[in-house]
C-alpha cells in the first residue's frame, strides 16, 4: 500500500485552496501512484470569525470540496481521505472527514470528537468549541483488504481513542491536523509517534504549515509517515508540499507479534 501525504497552507480563500489541493493531488497521483491520498484539517477554508467560517462551511453532497474531492478520487482511482471541513447539518456545525473511494462514491464521513479549546504557550487564545459541535462516533473504513481508522488534530492527546481504532482493527491511522506552531514544535512529532508505538500501526500525521489570519496564527507542518514501531519513514519539508512512502502491512504484523500488548491490557 503507498501513501501520498498532501502538506498545504490553506488561507482565507475557499476557491484558491480547493485548486491548490486539486494540483498537489494531481501531482502525487502522476508522480508517485499513491493509493491513499491525505489532505490536512481544514483544507479548503481556514479562517478567522465564526460568520466566515460558517459561510465557508459545506452541506453535504453538495459542497464545493465535497464535489470536487469525490470527482479527483473518481478521475483517479484513488482513495482520498479528504482532511476536513466544516460541515453544516441544520443548525449545527462539525469538523468533518470524509473519505472517498477510487470510484468517487463516499467511504466514510468522521466528526471531531476533541474539540481544541486552548490558551497556547504563545498567547494565542483558541476556542473551536464557540463554533463547532462535538462529534460522537469511532469510524474506520477498507482500502483494499487494509483497515484504516480516523482522527483529527487535538484528538492525538487521547489515548483512548487510538486504543478503541486499534481494538476495532486499523493498521493505519489518520490524522489530518492544523497544530499549532508553539505546540507542534514540541509535542507533534512525541505525540504523533507514541500513538503510533502504542497501536503498532502506520501512522499519517498531515498538518497545514506556516502562517494564516494574515500572520497571527502558524502551523507547525511536518507532514510525517510514522510505521508502527514509532520510526518517522517519511515526511515533508518546510512550506507546501507532498510526501510518499510505501507501507508493509506485513510489518504491523511483526510488530504486533513481538511486542503483542493487545493482549496484555489490564485496565
Known amino acids: 500500500m503507498k501513501v501520498s501525504l498532501v502538506q498545504m497552507n490553506s488561507q482565507d480563500s475557499k476557491a484558491a485552496n ?3 489541493a486539486a494540483r498537489l493531488i494531481n501531482e502525487a497521483v502522476e508522480n ?3 493509493d491513499l491520498i491525505v489532505l490536512p484539517e481544514y483544507y479548503a477554508f481556514l479562517g478567522e470569525g465564526r460568520d466566515n467560517i460558517y459561510a465557508n462551511g459545506e452541506t ?9 474531492m469525490s470527482g479527483l478520487a473518481a478521475q ?5 481521505h ?10 449545527k456545525y462539525y ?15 468522521y466528526r471531531k470528537i476533541h474539540l481544541f479549546d486552548v490558551d497556547t504557550p504563545g498567547g ?20 483494499g483488504d487494509t483497515k484504516v481508522g480516523c482522527a483529527i488534530c487535538y484528538d492525538v492527546r487521547f489515548p483512548e481513542l487510538f486504543r478503541k481504532l486499534r481494538d476495532e482493527g486499523a493498521e493505519v491511522i489518520v490524522l489530518p491536523a492544523a497544530f499549532t506552531l508553539m505546540t507542534g514544535k ?46 518517522i519513514v517519511a515526511q515533508c519539508s518546510d512550506g507546501v508540499g507532498t510526501t510518499s512512502s510505501k507501507l508493509d502491512l506485513g510489518y504491523v504484523t511483526k510488530v504486533r507479534g513481538d511486542v503483542p500488548v493487545a493482549r496484555h491490557h489490564v485496565l
Not at 483517479?76 to 482520498?80: A, F, G, L, R, S
Not at 473551536?128 to 482500502?143: F, H, K
Open 18 to 20: 480547493l485548486e491548490t
Open 32 to 34: 508517485e501512484s499513491p
Open 60 to 68: 453535504f453532497p453538495d459542497g464545493d470540496g465535497y464535489r470536487l
Open 76 to 80: 483517479h482511482k484513488v482513495t482520498i
Open 82 to 91: 479528504a482532511g476536513s471541513v466544516v460541515e453544516q447539518d441544520g443548525n
Open 95 to 109: 469538523n468533518t472527514t470524509i473519505v472517498f473511494g477510487p470510484d468517487g462514491g463516499e467511504l466514510a464521513k
Open 124 to 143: 494565542t487564545i483558541y476556542r473551536e468549541s464557540d463554533t463547532i459541535s462535538r462529534g460522537e462516533d469511532v469510524v474506520t473504513y477498507q482500502v
Open 186 to 231: 514540541d509535542h507533534w512529532e512525541v505525540l504523533a509517534r507514541a500513538r503510533a508505538i502504542e497501536t503498532q500501526t502506520y501512522f499519517l500525521a498531515v498538518g497545514q504549515t506556516m502562517s494564516h489570519a494574515e500572520g497571527r496564527k502558524w502551523c507547525w507542518g511536518h507532514s510525517m509517515v510514522i510505521d508502527p514501531w514509532g520510526h
